[in-house]
């Protein structure tokens, strides 16, 4: 199997292309000389797939190629699970984004809450929502995802649940809401059919009783995932794993 990149070009086959910058220093990488194959991706379209790529010209900071053969290629999972994450801190959260891509989840909607640890606003989020994207991808490459995943702007938690009231395609499928209080139903339980899932899940220290009222206010219904204490970036992860492993 050839090696896979990214391209946010559009992919046309029988044409020759220069790659973007950054594809094509991942590409230059591998030091492939002219005749070398590799796969490009860019997420487009409805129909999703790859391309075949051949290596036309390496250049000190280009690369051309001549596009082959499309392949239609299905490899996203069969139900779309978006993740409202408090957003943990260090490289925890990298590490959220890698596998939340390797697993197959929809998109992510990051977001601060009362007992956030990483807080985040203006550039630096943009520079830190621009990092995770580049996770995604890098992601993406190496599992074999035809389109990425979604990461959506840094934001409050109490201003997500304003604006996804507001919008009615935020509104589409089951809300479910990780939670330790007692009454919360078994997500085997709680989880019905196969419409979109979306899950909301605190930072370290969890939601405050007031947030969690907001969230259940706004539609979410309590969810457990068993008696022990899951941490911030492993709790949706195994709701992707029990739910997007098929």
Same mark, same amino acid.
């Given at each position: 199997?050839?090696? @896979? ?12 292309? /220069? ?13 492939? =000389? ?28 280009? &690369? ?8 239609? /290629? ?44 990483? #807080?985040?606003?203006?550039? @630096? ?28 702007? &840094? ?7 304003? =604006? ?10 089951? #809300?479910?809401?990780?939670?330790? =209080? ?15 899932? /979306? ?23 309590? &969810? /457990? ?22």
């Amino acid at each position: 199997m050839s090696a @896979r990149f990214y391209a946010d070009i559009a992919l046309v086959p029988g044409q020759s292309v /220069t790659l973007p910058e950054q594809t094509a220093r991942h590409v230059q990488v591998l030091r492939l =000389q002219p005749g070398g194959h590799i796969t490009l991706f860019n997420g487009r379209g409805d129909a999703e797939g790859e391309f075949d790529a051949t290596v036309e010209r390496m250049g000190r900071s280009e &690369v051309d190629v001549t596009l082959g053969a499309f392949t239609a /290629t299905a490899r996203e999972a069969s139900r779309a699970i978006h993740l409202v994450v408090g957003m943990p801190a260090n490289d925890r959260m990298d590490w959220l984004i890698e596998k939340a891509t390797e697993l197959g989840a929809a998109s992510i909607q990051p977001v601060m809450s009362e007992r956030s640890v990483l #807080r985040l606003k203006a550039e @630096r989020a943009d520079k830190k929502v621009a990092h995770w994207q580049g996770i995604a991808i890098a992601s993406s490459e190496q599992c074999g995802r035809n389109r990425l995943l979604l990461i959506h702007g &840094v934001c409050t938690l109490a201003d997500w649940l304003k =604006q996804s009231m507001a919008a009615t395609s935020t509104n589409a499928g089951s #809300r479910l809401l990780l939670s330790l =209080q007692d009454g919360s139903q078994p997500l085997s339980r709680a989880v019905t059919g196969s419409g979109a899932l /979306t899950f909301l899940n605190g930072p370290e220290g969890g939601l405050s009783p007031a947030e969690e009222a907001a969230a259940l206010a706004c539609g979410f219904s309590r &969810v /457990t995932l068993g008696p022990r204490v899951l941490r911030a970036e492993t709790a949706p992860l195994a709701c992707l794993s029990l739910l997007n492993l098929d």
